[in-house]
T-cell receptor
C-alpha cells in the first residue's frame, strides 16, 4: 500500500522565521492532503492538492504538489506562536495514509 | 462540514477489560474510519466501517480485538477488547467531507490501560 514519508520529525523555529516540511510517497498519489493537530487536539483538514505541480496558499502557508505527484511540501512564512502543532501530510487512496508528521515548536 | 460527537473523551481501564467508543455524526455518511494514534506518533488506520456490511480491517488489526458496529449512517462504535497497556492510545473516528474537503475527525478518545 501507500507509504508516505515526512521530514523533519521536529522543527524548532524562532518566531518570525520560515520553515518547510516535506512529504514523499513511494507511489504516485491521486491527491495529497495536509492536516494540523494542535497539542491535545485532533487533526484538522487544511488543504487538498490534486494536480501535478499545484501550488495553493492559505495566508502564510504555501502548499505544493510535485510534478510527479509523489512529493509535497508545506512552507510557513513568518512563523507565529499560533503555528504550534503537528502537521501531517496524507495520501488519499479512498483511505488516508498519514506521514509521520512534523511537530513544530516556536521560540518567542 | 460534519460535526462528530465522540465519547468518551478519555478513560482509564483495567487490563483485560473492554471499552466501547462511540461516534455520532450529524449527517449521513457512507463510510466511517477508525484510527489509532499512539503517544507521539502518527495516525494508523484500524478499519473502515460501512453501513450494512462488515468492517474492513487493515493489516495488523483483527475483528476479535477491535469489533466495530455500524447500525446506521450516522453512528458507529469501536470496541477495544481484552485490553493491555499496549492499547493505550488515542482512538479517533473520521468521515469524508466530499471531493476537495478532506476528512473531519472526532475529538478522540484518550485511553490509558493500567
Amino acid at each position: 500500500g501507500q507509504q508516505v514519508m515526512q521530514i523533519p520529525q521536529y522543527q524548532h523555529v524562532q518566531e518570525g522565521e520560515d520553515f518547510t516540511t516535506y512529504c514523499n510517497s513511494s507511489t504516485t498519489l491521486s491527491n495529497i492532503q495536509w492536516y494540523k493537530q494542535r497539542p491535545g487536539g485532533h487533526p484538522v483538514f487544511l488543504i487538498q492538492l490534486v494536480k501535478s505541480g499545484e501550488v495553493k496558499k492559505q495566508k502564510r502557508l504555501t502548499f505544493q504538489f510535485g510534478e510527479a505527484k509523489k512529493n509535497s511540501s508545506l512552507h510557513i512564512t513568518a512563523t507565529q506562536t499560533t503555528d504550534v502543532g503537528t502537521y501531517f501530510c496524507a495520501g488519499d487512496d479512498y483511505k488516508l495514509s498519514f506521514g509521520a508528521g512534523t511537530t513544530v515548536t516556536v521560540r518567542a | 462540514s460534519a460535526v462528530i460527537s465522540q465519547k468518551p473523551s478519555r478513560d482509564i481501564c483495567q487490563r483485560g477489560t473492554s471499552l466501547t467508543i462511540q461516534c455520532q455524526v450529524d449527517s449521513q455518511v457512507t463510510m466511517m474510519f477508525w484510527y489509532r494514534q499512539q503517544p507521539g506518533q502518527s495516525l494508523t488506520l484500524i478499519a473502515t466501517a460501512n453501513q450494512g456490511s462488515e468492517a474492513t480491517y487493515e493489516s495488523g488489526f483483527v475483528i476479535d480485538k477491535f469489533p466495530i458496529s455500524r447500525p446506521n449512517l450516522t453512528f458507529s462504535t469501536l470496541t477495544v477488547s481484552n485490553m493491555s497497556p499496549e492499547d493505550s492510545s488515542i482512538y479517533l473516528c473520521s468521515v469524508p467531507e466530499g471531493r476537495g474537503y478532506g476528512y473531519t475527525f472526532g475529538s478522540g478518545t484518550r485511553l490509558t490501560v493500567v
